[in-house]
């Protein structure tokens, strides 16, 4: 079987919601492919000197989607890499349009019981503080089914452990791409 980093003529890009699996698994996808790894919150965070909670705090969400959208945008541009996205920049018509056209775009989805566990893992995310997470996600759901379901690849990360997602993953692009 061909290698898979041969076949690819694109970046591979992360998409879904928070605790989805993006950063953790996408960091462990480039690994196994040998290819380099970007996260967009952290480049945000790095760029910027401030984590996304404290730029959410302080400019506000829509400042930040500004801000996401121009760096993701750079980042679809550079090396064939996998880049992880923040759960929000997927939404953006503008965004969306970019990566599907210049990336190989996977929506990483699992159930609202399952989202809401891994968040709560760590307190890092503005917008599952402002009440009950399970509700909030469960909303964010509804309102981004849509833009999520317009990726090129479905992947379901609920269950198994995050090598099973890389799997699954890798098995995802081969089809996608016809090999
Ligand atoms: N397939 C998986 N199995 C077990 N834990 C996972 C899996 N995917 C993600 N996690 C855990 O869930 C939490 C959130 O994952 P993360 O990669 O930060 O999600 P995202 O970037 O999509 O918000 C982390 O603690 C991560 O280790
Ligand atoms: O879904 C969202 O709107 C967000 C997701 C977060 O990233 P993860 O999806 O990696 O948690 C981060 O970008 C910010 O807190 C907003
Ligand atoms: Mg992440």
Redesign the pocket.
């Known amino acids: 079987m061909q290698k898979l980093t041969d076949l690819l003529d694109r970046p591979i890009v992360l998409v879904g919601?928070?605790?989805?699996g993006?950063?953790t698994v996408g960091r462990r996808l480039a690994k196994r492919l040998g290819l380099p790894f970007v996260d967009s919150?952290v480049e945000i965070e790095e760029a910027s000197g401030a984590t996304?909670a404290d730029l959410?705090e302080r400019y506000g969400e829509h400042d930040f989607r500004d801000g996401?959208r121009r760096l993701v945008a750079r980042l679809v541009e550079g090396d064939i890499r996998v880049i992880?996205t923040?759960?929000?920049a997927f939404i953006d018509p503008r965004t969306r349009q970019l990566l599907n056209e210049r990336a190989i775009t996977i929506w990483l989805d699992a159930p609202i019981e399952v989202l809401a566990e891994r968040?709560a893992r760590r307190d890092n995310?503005?917008?599952l503080k402002k009440g009950n997470r399970a509700e909030i996600l469960a909303r964010?759901a509804e309102e981004r089914h849509h833009s999520y379901s317009e990726a090129q690849i479905h992947v379901r990360s609920s269950s198994g452990a995050h090598s099973d997602v890389v799997d699954a993953i890798i098995a995802a692009i081969r089809e996608h791409i016809g090999e």
Do not use: I, N
Not at 17 to 20: H, I, V
């Open positions: 919601l928070m605790g989805a993006k950063s919150d996304t959410f996401e992880a923040g759960g929000g968040t995310r503005p917008l964010l």
